[in-house]
């Protein structure tokens, strides 16, 4: 029997607006900005809504952000009548899948990653950290290749793989400078930094585990009644310790997310939804799979679409 999975955006594909048209038109939805204002202190729906989008795309607010709009678009999904069997996030998206999965309440999750984002903020300061994405380049090259720059005493390494043919790098500026000129060398088609603001998914990022682990000893956590596959082993995790352990690991750890869609193919996946502003996590699901069928919702008309198309699931 075919099965759906639940997928949420990380950092990047936040973008003011994001799900305006459901908060005009939805008083369920408007709750959710209204939970997270009170949750945070600060009009987290107003830099949604208006920006501006330099505000929002601050590492802590555009987690607490995308999280918000993830975990409105999967309650509207789940009110026409529409659950996963399983859920999955890219990073930051993790714990929206967290939400979706009723391990962390609303609340809880808004403040968690609004914490996440000024620890990652604080680890490393502005210049001293990159990362860059790597087209066309096989992983176990690339691999050795970040390992002998890291020896070297510039830190590098793989942060998320993402699909066939992409890796992004992570690391201190230095080393992912020097990696970007030796893979261009070694055959990548493409050595490409990106717009962040830390060196994400890397050892850099230690200092804002270990504040990441204290204020997520202070939350309330439960086991999953909907599995969730982890970032850090692209496995099926339940136990809300393995999970609170899983998230800390994450923040210095690899995104498998090529791995972790194969996972839900595995288990029978054949739909995703992915509950967020943008098309990244669609997009990058059909480069892992074809046959896969994907939906990205992010407003009414994508939604309707699910709806309509809902209707002859069996």
């Known amino acids: 029997m075919s099965k759906l999975a639940f997928v949420f955006p990380g950092q990047g594909s936040q973008a003011v607006g ?38 929002l795309t601050l590492t802590y607010h555009a987690q607490p952000a995308l999280l918000t709009a993830g975990a409105m678009i999967a309650s509207k999904l789940e009110a026409a009548g529409i659950t996963p069997d399983y859920s999955a996030g890219h990073s930051l998206g993790e714990y929206t899948a967290l939400v979706e999965s009723k391990v962390l309440s609303f609340e809880d999750a808004v403040v968690a990653v609004h914490k996440r984002g000024l ?6 300061p502005a210049g001293k950290g990159a990362m860059a994405a790597i ?22 390494q793989p942060a998320n793989l993402n699909c066939p043919g992409q890796i992004v790098i992570s690391g201190a500026k230095m080393g992912v400078d020097k990696a970007c000129v030796a893979l261009k060398e070694a055959g990548a088609k493409r050595a490409m930094l990106l717009d962040v603001s830390g060196p994400f998914h890397s050892v850099l990022m230690e200092p804002a585990a ?3 682990e204290k204020t997520l000893s202070e939350i309330d956590m439960k086991n999953a ?13 339940t136990d809300q310790q393995e999970i609170k352990k ?4 994450q923040l210095y750890s690899p995104v498998r997310w090529e791995e972790s869609v ?3 193919l595995d288990l029978g996946v054949t739909r995703f939804i992915e ?18 069928t994907v939906y990205p919702v992010y407003d009414e008309e994508s939604l309707q679409k699910v709806l309509d198309e809902a209707k002859e699931w069996s």
């Open 135 to 156: 087209l066309g380049m096989d992983h176990d090259v690339l691999e050795s290749i970040t390992s002998n720059i890291t020896e070297s005493g510039h830190p590098v």
């Open 225 to 237: 009644e909907i599995p969730v596959i982890a970032n850090v082993t692209a496995d099926v995790v």
């Open 18 to 55: 994001m799900a305006k048209e459901f908060v005009e038109r939805d008083e369920a939805c408007k709750k959710f900005l209204q939970q997270a204002d009170d949750a945070l202190g600060f009009e987290l729906s107003k830099l949604m809504l208006e920006g501006p989008q330099d505000e």
């Open 246 to 249: 899983l998230l800390v690991e």
């Open 262 to 264: 194969e996972k839900l």
């Open 275 to 292: 509950c967020g502003p943008g098309k990244v996590l669609s997009g990058l699901i059909r480069k892992i799979d074809r046959t896969a």
């Open 119 to 124: 620890y990652m903020n604080e680890a490393v």
């Open 210 to 212: 270990a504040e990441l």
